[in-house]
């Protein structure tokens, strides 16, 4: 019996935090009908929508059974009531509501969490699609009878692929991308015959392209940025140059040092920013490496 009459002074107790409502919203402020609720100033509340947590509001006036609040986060809308926060001073009010959310939570009712997981904050797997513009170095050993030159051979190319991005935990993920990618570079040499019976010497590669990128993300908000480290494996389909022969043209391995950001446009699109450095390794007689900047559109 004693049981009985304490649950039911408690929720009597609690009704003042549950039955209050938002009236009207301007901005980010709130005009709230307490309906008798002991609120104050500083006092922070959940709104609550269809029994779903959408947003914080503080209260900042207090006056006459009605109260003006600022929107800390989510959205505010006519019609959703409020409850009370755990860090709020509605007494006994807060107990008793903290406590029902941890009964209903307990049987899996649903009920958005307290921390931060919006879009901005969760990975998830995800697709895309990047253009790239790439700034091409090689140096190669030219020699004849009597000197060794190393002219340094410059160019640019671009660049087009996809991915996958595969989410390893909270902070970190592995990029999956196939392209297709030019490798141009060009210079002259002191030698007349320097390359191939010319003092023009050039390479001009496309290659089928796959990348593994582990990614670490230095931030989580609208704007992760990252750092990552990787490597490719790229396989010439066309080729053309007077600085390499034919035979030396075929597949390459890379090192790829990389860093970016992911611009969070929607809990499903982002736009993928980055710069890669790539470094081949070198032989006897070529030295290359390759720096690109990529930027796409990725949906989850």
């Known amino acids: 019996m004693i049981r009985s009459l304490v649950l039911c002074l408690s929720f009597l107790l609690s009704l003042p935090a549950w039955s209050a409502s938002v009236t009207a919203v301007k901005g980010t402020k709130a005009l709230v009908d307490l309906e008798g609720a002991d609120v104050h100033e500083g006092d922070e509340f959940f709104l609550i929508s269809n029994n779903k947590k959408v947003a914080i509001l503080k209260i900042k006036q207090v006056k006459e059974g009605r109260a ?15 409850r009370a926060k755990g860090n709020s001073t509605g007494g006994t009010s807060a107990s008793v509501a903290r406590e029902t ?14 921390r931060d997981m919006s879009y ?3 990975l ?4 895309g699609v990047l253009g790239e513009y790439l700034m091409d170095n090689m140096t190669v050993v030219v020699k004849d009878a009597l000197t060794t030159e190393k002219p340094a051979l410059k160019g ?15 902070d970190m993920s592995l990029r999956i991308l196939g392209a297709l990618e030019q490798f141009n570079v060009s210079g002259t040499t002191v030698q007349a015959t320097g390359c191939n019976k010319s ?3 050039d390479a001009k590669i496309t290659y089928l392209s796959a990348y593994g990128l582990a ?6 908000n609208k704007y992760r940025a990252w750092g990552g480290i990787g490597g490719g494996f790229l396989i010439a389909v066309a080729k053309s140059s007077t ?28 736009v993928p920013v980055s710069i890669e450095y790539n470094y081949f390794p070198p032989s006897d007689t070529v030295t290359a490496n390759s720096i690109a900047i990529k930027v796409g559109y990725a949906w989850q």
Do not use: H
């Open 124 to 127: 998830r797997p995800s697709y």
């Open 215 to 220: 990614k670490y993300y230095l931030t989580q």
């Open 68 to 82: 003006v609040g600022e929107v800390l986060k989510g959205k505010a809308q006519a019609g959703y009531s409020l």
């Open 120 to 122: 901005s904050r969760t």
């Open 199 to 201: 003092r023009n010497c």
């Open 101 to 114: 959310e941890s009964k209903a939570t307990e049987k899996n009712e649903e009920y958005a969490p307290t």
């Open 156 to 170: 640019t190319g671009f660049g087009v692929g996809g991915f996958y991005e595969y989410i390893m935990n909270r």
């Open 243 to 270: 600085a390499l022969s034919a035979s030396d043209i075929s597949t390459n391995q890379v090192l790829t040092v990389a860093m970016g950001l992911d611009w969070q446009l929607s809990r499903k699109n982002y």
